[in-house]
């Protein structure tokens, strides 16, 4: 069953907006988490947004990124393992074969899988119970389509396809809107907030086009969670 929940976030700056939307899926995220789980697999870890937003402490909690500026400053406690580990990679978890985790955690990363369907199928060797939250097509929708882009990342209906091979999961699609003073505060977040996955997706001619026909004094986001109940 898909469920779609809205929320508007009013009069963001650039700078407080550059980790509001993820930092709000991370809580939505966890909230599905009833158990309270003490082997956990952060995947993408960045920051360290999961396991600073959790409300219990888990006994080890493993987290992998591959950005190793995001690793340095990951909360390190007695309980944290910290790796470094590319999911485009094949194999990436196997060094976690002989781990018991008790649930998989990835926060706004896996959008950036190049193989989903793969990266799936690995974490799903791992017999052990999911929680995704990933960026769909739907974010910057208005955005790409005033600049005549496709779409960067997948559709919700292709993730849950996708999903439902691996896994026997719920769905629930959330859709935020980040509204910005001003069209200037937009695009600096969109250049510096990571969203786009640091890739530069217009030329400076574009970017100007679109600030002038951009029909909208927010920016458009769609996440859909993927949970497994254990
Ligand atoms: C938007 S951040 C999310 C970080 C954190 N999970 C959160 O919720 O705030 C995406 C993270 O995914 C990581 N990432 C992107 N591609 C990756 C890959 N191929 N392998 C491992 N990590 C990757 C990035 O380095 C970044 O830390």
């Known amino acids: 069953m898909i469920n779609v929940q809205s929320q508007f976030c009013k009069n963001a700056n650039a700078y407080e907006s550059y980790n509001i939307i ?19 697999l952060d ?14 402490h888990p006994k080890k909690f493993v987290a992998v990124d591959f950005a190793e500026e995001m690793l340095k400053i990951h909360p390190k406690d007695e309980n944290t393992e910290l790796y470094i580990a590319d999911f485009n ?19 706004s990363a896996l959008q950036w899988g190049d193989n989903l369907d793969d990266i799936f199928g690995q974490i799903s060797l791992l017999n052990t119970p999911i929680s995704f939250a990933i960026f769909t097509s739907g974010t910057f929708k208005t955005l790409l ?5 496709p779409p960067l990342l997948r ?27 001003s069209v200037r505060d937009m695009f ?6 990571g969203v786009g996955g640091g890739r530069n997706i217009l030329s400076v001619k574009q970017m100007r086009e679109l600030m002038n026909n ?14 497994e109940k254990s």
């Open 89 to 107: 990679q094949k194999g990436f978890l196997e060094k976690f074969e002989d781990y018991r985790f008790e649930r998989i955690i990835s926060s």
């Open 214 to 227: 951009y029909p909208l004094n927010y920016l458009e986001f769609e996440i859909i969670l993927i949970h």
């Open 145 to 149: 389509k005033t600049a005549s882009i």
């Open 155 to 181: 559709s919700k209906d292709t993730l849950i396809e996708l999903s439902q091979k691996y896994f026997d999961a719920e769905h629930e699609v959330l859709k935020y809107s980040l509204e910005f003073a």
């Open 188 to 193: 600096q977040y969109m250049k510096k907030s």
């Open 43 to 56: 995947i993408g870890c960045g920051s360290g947004a999961v396991y600073k937003s959790m409300t219990w």
């Open 22 to 40: 993820q930092n709000r899926v991370v809580k939505k995220l966890l909230e599905k988490i009833a158990e309270s789980p003490q082997y956990i």
